[in-house]
């Protein structure tokens, strides 16, 4: 009794697949591996769209040429060399969930 093996035992794993259905594997491996990144990592792809604020805020405090208003987040954030004193409302736009104002201006 001798052995001999298979012709076929040679061949890799992925060698009876078609061109197709290996490219949708490829696929699939990518798109979970992109999406278990995102999971391990606290999905950062959704900072990337954030959404304009503007709100109406008063001045709370001035030092050495900052503004200080808080937003209805509770946030404070700041305006470097402003022009404007403690009391006055301004109107700023923020994006959401970030410190820094994009733009601002006197209400009149």
Do not use: W
Not at 23 to 49: R, T, Y
Not at 65 to 74: A, E, F, S, Y
């Amino acid at each position: 009794m001798s052995y001999e093996p298979e012709a076929d035992s040679n061949k890799g794993l992925f060698s009876a697949m078609q061109g197709k259905q290996m490219a949708l594997l490829v696929g699939v491996i990518i798109i979970g591996g992109f999406f278990g990144l995102q999971a391990l990592f606290g999905f950062p792809i959704k900072d990337l769209i954030r959404s304009d604020v503007t709100d109406q805020e008063k001045v709370v405090t001035k030092s050495e040429g900052t503004c200080v208003v808080i937003g209805p987040d509770q946030h404070p954030r700041g305006i470097a060399n402003c022009p404007f004193k403690v009391g006055d409302t301004l109107i700023i736009t923020y994006k959401q969930g970030e410190a820094s104002i994009e733009k601002y201006q006197l209400k009149r």
